[in-house]
Each structure stands twice: as structure tokens, then as C-alpha cells.
């Protein structure tokens, strides 16, 4: 019989991940500065991080914990003064998607007729970010043009991994929406409450990936093939 406590991201790692993310957008909000609020960020994703360390194995705690280990960087560089630190931070988190695209194609199945329309609308809304933020400066623009087109083919990885349900893809698109917010309110225009937006769909994506990846590959084999967990239909078929 399967561990429940080791099948599922739920009880204390849930708990410091939301605790932690509410007082950092709470010290967001009262916008107040300083290395209590850095630490506080890289709180929520570094317990995600120590949850897939302890559960995972195989190629998909390397690749997710190479992802988280990644966006807990760029959480760092990106709350730290300094517009220095932009790029770095863009760098940390587009490392971060290469590891969750690796793992996502190593799984991912061919595009049935829906899917093909829904990447098709992905790379035109790639295309069209990439043009909205032309005017911005050349040193910048390269980086934020690879980070967009890293972003999307993850995305299309998440939509292509088979699994029960489409919450590995939605958070994946969370992440892209949290990632517009970011970039919008950074180079074209200031959005109300744009840095809150941006952190709480952020947290809110992290989460959705990371807990549809526990549904997919917690039990996954030393061959990195995803366990068929029973259910009453295979039972039956069983008999």
C-alpha cells in the first residue's frame, strides 16, 4: 500500500508554502524593504524544493529540483536592489524553465488536433509579446526575447505530459500571466497593484506545478516511467 503522507504536496509543506507567500506579499503591500523581505520570498519555493528533494526520484526530482533551485535564485536577485540584478534574475528563472521543459518533453506525448490549435496560439502570443517589447534596450531586449520563447515551449511541454487532469498546463500558464504582469509593468506601463499581481499568480503557479507533478512522478520507477496508480477500472480489468 502507497504512503499517502509522501503522494501528494499537502499538510505542513502546504502550510509554510502558504503562510510564507501571504507575509511576503503582506511586506509587499506595506512595502517594506530589506533582507527579512528577500528571505521571505525565497521561503514558499525553497519549501517546495525541500518537499521535492524528500518525495521525488529519478530524472523528475532532478529536473524540478534544478527548476526550483532556479526560481529561488531568481526570487533572490530579483527582490534585491539593484537594476543590475534584473538580467541575473532573468537568467536564474529561464534556467529554472529549461529544467521543467526538459521534463516535460522526456514525457510528453504527440498533439492531438486540440492541442496543435492551443500551440499555435501560444507561439502567435509568443510573437506578439516579442514584438510588444521591441523598444526596449538592446541589452535587455535579447535576454527578455530567449526568456519568452524558454516560458512558451515549457508551456507547450506542460500541455503535451499526459496526466489525469490539465493542472501541470495551468499552472504553466500562470506562470506565463505572472511573468506578462512582470514585464508590462517593468517596460510599457505601470499596472495597479502590478508587483502584487505578478507574485501571487507566481506562488499560485508554483504550486499548480509542483502538485501536478507529485500526481504524475512521485511514484516514478528507476526507469523514469510515471507508476499507473490502481483505481476501481484497473481492478476491474485486472479480474
Known sequence: MQNTTKTSLSGSFTFIYVTAAVAFLVLLAMDAAGLGRTVMKAIPVSTLLIYVLRDMQGTARICLAGALFGSVCGDILLDLPGANLFVFGLVAFLVGHIFYTVLFF?????????????????VIFAGAMIWLFRGITPE?????????????????????VPAANRLLFGGALLFIASDVVLAVNKFLIVVPYGRLINIT???????????????????????????????????????
Not at 203 to 227: E, H, N, R, V
Open 140 to 160: 535587455l531586449y535579447g535576454p527578455v526575447v530567449a526568456y519568452i520563447a524558454v516560458i512558451i515551449t515549457m508551456s507547450i511541454g506542460a500541455l503535451l
Open 106 to 122: 522526456l514525457h510528453a506525448k504527440r498533439p492531438d488536433r486540440s492541442s496543435k490549435v492551443i500551440i499555435a496560439g501560444l
Open 201 to 239: 499568480l507566481y506562488f499560485l503557479a508554483q504550486y499548480m506545478i509542483i502538485k501536478a507533478s507529485a500526481g504524475i512522478w512521485i511514484d516514478t520507477s528507476k526507469t523514469g516511467t510515471p507508476a499507473r496508480r490502481s483505481t476501481k477500472k484497473s481492478l476491474a480489468r485486472r479480474k
